[in-house]
T-cell receptor, first 114, second 113 residues
Framework: SAVISQKPSRDICQRGTSLTIQCQVD?????MFWYRQQPGQSLTLIAT?????????ESGFVIDKFPISRPNLTFSTLTVSNMSPEDSSIYLC???????????FGPGTRLTVT | AQSVTQLDSHVSVSEGTPVLLRCNYS??????LFWYVQHPNKGLQLLLK??????LVKGINGFEAEFKKSETSFHLTKPSAHMSDAAEYFC???????????FGTGTRLQVTL
């Protein structure tokens, strides 16, 4: 399995500002994903972070709001831009193994927007 | 399109009694199915997975699940609940070779003395 770390673990931000979340994996992985878990709800896929190309976004999520970088096979960032209280969520990074038979999840970043 | 339905948002059991968390799936193709557990303020942990091998899948911590194609179900069971099992459980489906996971809405398991 992969060991995934995220920074920051939590943050409280003011509306209108942006926050960049980092995801670091201890091994090279092909697929990296970003999920959102709103309070009391399930996980929703935001986008797939592709190394060397633009991220692939799910319906309802756009690059201007959630820009993603994937500079190499072990690292990715997700930025939450122009935040509003509705962006208060846990943001999770995950990675897929070679055969995509499993996905491993990071500990998450708990974001509160005031 | 793929989806999962977790039939119970909240399940409460006494310690030492059996656990049953229900999940039904919908998928156009042969699915891969997973159960993840999320303890309070902790990350997601994979409990078990079904990927077209044996239909009865054994996972960690004494959990198991049975894939029933005729019923489109993948219920999670454990013979005897422990206090440490109290957590949120997610049933998850992935279809074919696509990497996208679709999560159910979750079932909160409460274990009482």
């Amino acid at each position: 399995s992969a060991v995934i770390s995220q920074k920051p673990s939590r943050d409280i931000c003011q509306r209108g500002t942006s926050l960049t979340i980092q995801c670091q994996v201890d091994s090279q992985v092909t697929m990296m994903f970003w999920y959102r878990q709103q309070p009391g709800q399930s996980l929703t896929l935001i986008a797939t972070a592709n190394q060397g190309s633009e991220a692939t976004y799910e319906s309802g999520f756009v690059i201007d709001k959630f820009p993603i970088s994937r500079p190499n096979l072990t690292f990715s960032t997700l930025t939450v831009s122009n935040m509003s209280p509705e962006d208060s969520s846990i943001y999770l990074c995950s990675v897929g193994d070679r055969g995509l038979n499993e996905q491993y999840f990071g500990p998450g970043t708990r974001l509160t927007v005031t | 399109a793929q989806s999962v339905t977790q039939l119970d948002s909240h399940v409460s059991v006494s310690e030492g009694t059996p656990v049953l968390l229900r999940c039904n799936y919908s998928s156009s193709y042969s699915p891969s199915l997973f159960w993840y557990v999320q303890h309070p303020n902790k990350g997601l942990q994979l409990l078990l997975k079904y990927t077209s091998a044996a239909t009865l899948v054994k996972g960690i911590n004494g959990f198991e699940a049975e894939f029933k194609k005729s019923e489109t179900s993948f219920h999670l069971t454990k013979p005897s609940a422990h206090m440490s099992d109290a957590a949120e459980y997610f049933c998850v489906v992935r279809t074919g070779t696509a990497s996208k996971l679709t999560f159910g809405t979750g079932t909160r398991l409460q274990v009482t003395l």
